[in-house]
Antibody
Framework: QVQLQQWGAGLLKPSETLSLTCAVY????????WSWIRQPPGKGLEWIGE???????NYNPSLKSRVTISVDTSKNQFSLKLSSVTAADTAVYYC???????????????????????????????WGQGTMVTVSS | EIVLTQSPATLSLSPGERATLSCRAS??????LAWYQQKPGQAPRLLIY???NRATGIPARFSGSGSGTDFTLTISSLEPEDFAVYYC?????FGPGTKVDIK
């Protein structure tokens, strides 16, 4: 069973660089996009970016100039760096596995008379525990 | 860019009642929409994917429907543990959430 374990510094000063790492245990690292998502206190979810096992990345345009996501396939880990942080970057940061194109079988399709396993085309099926990052002087 | 709108923002119901949550996309997303449940202090949990498929371990009282731009998450009979915030998601976009709280 795949699990994500994340860690990193929880208290930063303005202008510093946020650095978090997420390790993937119990499953394949290839064939998926590995994502970072954040949630400011009391607010909704914001996608930060993603990386696959070969290092191909996609970033949220609103954060792209400050974000770097990297991968270490030898350790089944991926990392987030967010530079020049401000108080607006205070949030819980989650790592997550993104399943697309039928890459994951994480549930079932139900129909009259039965059900069958159904692949996922667009979902974050596994999440890390979250890391609270506070930016304060 | 696709925008997801969820309604209502808050739904106040009693245990045993039926909950109907809506998610509307600004343009067609086919059936590629997922729903998540989030409780305080916890990471979101995948409930429904591809609009109507139920993730492993999710109780049968949760169901999803819709396609194109209009989607619905239904909880047939609310259990005490179902009071939480629910988000819809398509690719890198999340809706603002619907809070289901106890009336």
């Amino acid at each position: 069973q795949v699990q994500l374990q994340q860690w990193g510094a929880g208290l930063l000063k303005p202008s510093e660089t946020l650095s978090l790492t997420c390790a993937v245990y119990g499953g394949s690292f290839s064939g998926y996009y590995w994502s970072w998502i954040r949630q400011p206190p009391g607010k909704g979810l914001e996608w930060i970016g993603e990386i696959n096992h070969s290092g191909s990345t996609n970033y949220n345009p609103s954060l792209k100039s400050r974000v770097t996501i990297s991968v270490d396939t030898s350790k089944n880990q991926f990392s987030l760096k967010l530079s020049s942080v401000t108080a607006a970057d205070t949030a819980v940061y989650y790592c997550a596995r993104y399943c697309s194109g039928g890459s994951c079988y994480v549930g079932r399709r139900f129909f009259p008379g039965g059900s069958r396993m159904a692949p996922t085309h667009d979902a974050f099926d596994i999440w890390g525990q979250g890391t609270m990052v506070t930016v304060s002087s | 860019e696709i925008v997801l709108t969820q309604s209502p923002a808050t739904l106040s119901l009693s245990p045993g009642e039926r909950a109907t949550l809506s998610c509307r996309a600004s343009q067609s997303v086919s059936s590629y929409l997922a729903w998540y449940q989030q409780k305080p202090g916890q990471a979101p949990r995948l409930l429904i994917y591809d609009a109507s498929n139920r993730a492993t371990g999710i109780p049968a009282r949760f169901s999803g429907s819709g396609s194109g731009t209009d989607f619905t998450l239904t909880i047939s009979s609310l259990e005490p543990e179902d009071f939480a915030v629910y988000y819809c998601q398509q690719r890198s976009i999340f809706g603002p959430g619907t809070k289901v709280d106890i009336k």
